[in-house]
């Protein structure tokens, strides 16, 4: 049987597959795509989180797609609304046929002889292998893992009699009527969990080694709606797209160089919903400045009107063991519980978990420089999906398949099959940086030592700046002397060696 080609290779089927898939139909209709998702599923993160309340973090006029309005009253929006969003996005242009679900890319090897990468796949329940070659790969498999999340090893745990919950795994049967449940954990996940398992538990207690900023907004964007009104529904979204991702990069500015003011901005606002009495410095006041980690979003005060209807409490503590019928904390307080959830984040993977290698050489990706935040030194036809950590994950997905497809375009004007990142000799003593810089988050510092390093100049730097990835993306040019076109000539192998291969 012939060996199966296919031009580009998208690896992943949730929000930016399927915005890729997309970019790709309308800039380059003439090249062959096939999506691969591991899951059985659309929608990625937002087909496989199942929790109570599961909602955006982020305005759906930036985290939806550049090409695709956002109809919806909500801009803050829920899991299922989302999940929707992005499976009428597949429907309504045809890419929900390209996808082959229940394919777990485990391997890839570029060949220069061919310009191809042989990608090794896993297919369905019984895991039998197979390969597909493409001359181009995307990854846009997110960058968590999908099999577990960062479980802590909590003492006692095992004696616990409740129910123990992840988050990530969320049973659909777990009635938690009238249960008393702790939530451990500080960011986002923990803080939808908990003002919407406190509509049904008698008491649900947000259990936390160290706070978390939060700001709380209204869920629905009243310029946005207002502006449909009266306009065409393309021009007001994208005017409310763009006035919401300057107020982003405005505000996250603002943490760099008033990091202090900002943060008495904050604290102010929360002392204002909580009250003179609560004790906003314990329970409300991170020991870093905002941005260093991520904000926690509040819809509508929710957090803020749980807490102060009793239905919903802060502890801010250290877990000492857990017990048959709670948590001992290191102050002597005890949590009751009959369910504990663990709200203790993600564990990230470097791309989507697969090993990579170039001509029989593996690939340490920690060895190596990233080229603009989307490729690597040293590996050809290779990208790399990854959003924003201080704004909308769309945002720099779509502007990462838009610069796919110019460089494909760009590879097909010229007769060109590799497009390869070269990184001078006189740079390799740059001082190297992490690869995402600036942020303290744990689930980033567990990892960031694997991920590739990024430079002091252009363009080997990851800048995680909406405003200067438009440049890069979008105006620089693309045969920029670093990353170099080419199309390699094939080995001549004696006649021998190639029949017998």
């Known amino acids: 049987m012939a060996q199966e080609i296919v031009d580009v290779m998208i690896v992943g089927a949730g929000l930016s597959g399927i915005g890729a898939a997309y970019h790709l139909r309308e800039k380059c209709p003439d090249r062959s795509v096939a999506i691969l998702e591991a899951r059985d599923a659309i929608g990625g993160t937002w087909d496989q989180f199942r929790y ?23 801009s803050i929006a829920d899991g299922p609304s989302i999940l929707k969003y992005v499976r009428e996005t597949a429907a309504e242009n045809d890419i929900d046929s390209k996808i082959r679900f229940k394919h777990r890319v485990v391997s890839a090897d570029w060949s220069s002889d061919d310009s191809l990468w042989t990608v090794h796949v896993e297919r369905g329940e019984t895991n039998d292998t197979t390969t597909i070659q493409c001359q181009f790969l995307l990854l846009c498999s997110g960058y968590y893992n999908y099999d577990h999340g960062h479980q802590p090893n909590f003492p006692g745990k095992e004696s616990f009699k409740g129910d123990i919950v992840y988050p990530q ?56 709606n207002t502006l449909r009104k009266f306009l065409p529904e393309s021009w007001a979204y994208n005017i409310t ?47 870093y400045n905002p941005w260093d980690q991520r904000l926690c979003l509040v819809p509508n005060s929710d957090l803020f009107e749980s807490i102060k209807s009793g239905k919903a409490r802060v502890v801010t503590d250290h877990i000492d063991t857990f017990t048959e019928t709670g948590i001992q904390l290191k102050s002597g307080e005890f949590l009751e519980a009959d369910i504990i959830v663990s709200a203790t984040g993600l564990e990230l993977v470097v791309m989507g978990g697969a090993s990579f290698s170039v001509d029989g050489t593996p690939v340490d990706f920690s060895k190596e420089w990233t080229y603009k935040g ?15 950590i201080n704004a909308s994950w769309t945002l720099r997905a779509d502007l990462t398949a838009e610069w796919v497809c110019r460089v494909l375009n760009q590879m097909k ?20 940086r992490k690869w995402i810089d600036d942020f303290a988050a744990g689930y980033m510092e567990r990892v960031m030592h694997l991920f590739p390093r990024q ?31 080419s199309r390699p000539e094939p080995v001549e192998r004696p006649v021998e060696l190639a029949q017998a291969s």
Do not use: C
């Open 169 to 224: 795994f969320w049973p659909e049967d777990l009635d938690y009527t009238g249960k008393k449940v702790v939530v451990i954990g500080s960011g986002a996940t923990a803080m939808t969990l908990v003002p919407s398992m406190s509509e049904k538990a008698s008491e649900v207690v947000m259990l936390q080694r160290s706070p978390t900023y939060v700001v709380s907004r209204p869920d629905k964007d009243v310029i946005a």
């Open 374 to 388: 989307l490729m690597v030194s040293g590996v050809p036809n290779l990208v790399s999906t990854f959003g924003y």
């Open 241 to 287: 797209r763009f006035k919401n991702t300057a107020l982003q990069q405005f505000f996250y500015h603002r943490t760099r160089v008033a990091p202090e003011k900002v943060k008495q901005k904050l604290l102010d606002e929360v002392r204002k919903e909580l009250g003179p009495d609560y004790d906003v410095d314990k329970h409300f006041t991170p020991s």
């Open 455 to 485: 430079g002091d100049r252009e363009p080997w730097i990851n800048p995680q700046n909406y405003r200067k990835d438009r440049k890069m993306f979008l105006q620089g040019e693309l045969a920029d002397g670093t990353l170099q076109f």
């Open 52 to 74: 109570p309340g599961i909602r955006s973090d982020s305005d759906m006029h930036t985290l939806g797609y550049n090409f695709k309005p956002w109809r919806a009253a909500k």
């Open 413 to 432: 004007a010229t007769g060109t099959t590799r497009a390869l990142p070269v990184l001078p000799e006189s740079l390799r003593s740059m001082p190297p």
